[in-house]
Each structure stands twice: as C-alpha cells, then as structure tokens.
C-alpha cells in the first residue's frame, strides 16, 4: 500500500486509520485512537497538535503496529538556466502555467 499527501498536514495520514474511514484493510479499529484524531482535528495550538499526533503514532506504528513505514518519495528536479518560474509542489499536480523561457541560446 502506498499514498502521498493530500494536503499539508499530519491529519492527511492519520485520519484514513480511523475506524470509520474504511480505507484500512485490516479491520484494526482503536477508540484510543480515533479520540485522538479528532482531538488533534480540535486543536489549534501546533505544539499540543503534535504531541497528540506523537500519541497516536505510538499507538498506530509501535503499540498495534498496524502499519509498518518504509520510505518516502524523494525526487530532483534539474532545471536549466533559461527556465524561469518552474515551481515543482511538494503536493499536488505540476502546474506550468507561468513557466517560460528566456535568453535561451
């Protein structure tokens, strides 16, 4: 199984293993958890938000061990000098929309 971001955000991972997602197909289901989830969902503070995701990480990877992390997509990007404004996200498609050329030889 492997997913990338939907949004810049912890929760994009964490909340497809709440028991009402239907995405896990292991049938695991926490209470414990799912609380969690929607409490850092509740929350604003960022530094209360990551320990309750640090919470719910035990118990997902270590406690239940329901998912085992591998890796994370890494690429380069190489652009050449006369490329202007080429932005490649960090989530999402790539939009050329604004990129040009200049001084090209």
């Known amino acids: 199984m492997a997913w990338s971001a939907d949004y810049n955000d ?9 028991s009402n997602a239907g995405i896990c197909p292991t049938g695991w289901k926490s209470d414990k958890y799912d609380n969690l989830i929607k409490d850092a969902g509740n ?11 640090k919470q719910a990480e035990k118990i997902l990877v270590y406690e ?3 998912i085992s992390p ?13 490329v202007k404004n080429y932005m490649s996200p960090t989530f999402g ?3 050329l929309k604004y990129t040009y050329t200049e001084g090209r030889e």
């Open 10 to 18: 912890p929760n994009t991972f964490f909340d497809m293993f709440m």
């Open 43 to 53: 929350t604003i503070d960022p530094a209360k938000r990551t320990e309750i995701f």
């Open 64 to 66: 239940d061990a329901v």
């Open 70 to 82: 591998g890796v994370w997509r890494f690429k380069n990007t190489y652009v050449r000098k006369h």
């Open 93 to 95: 498609a790539l939009d």
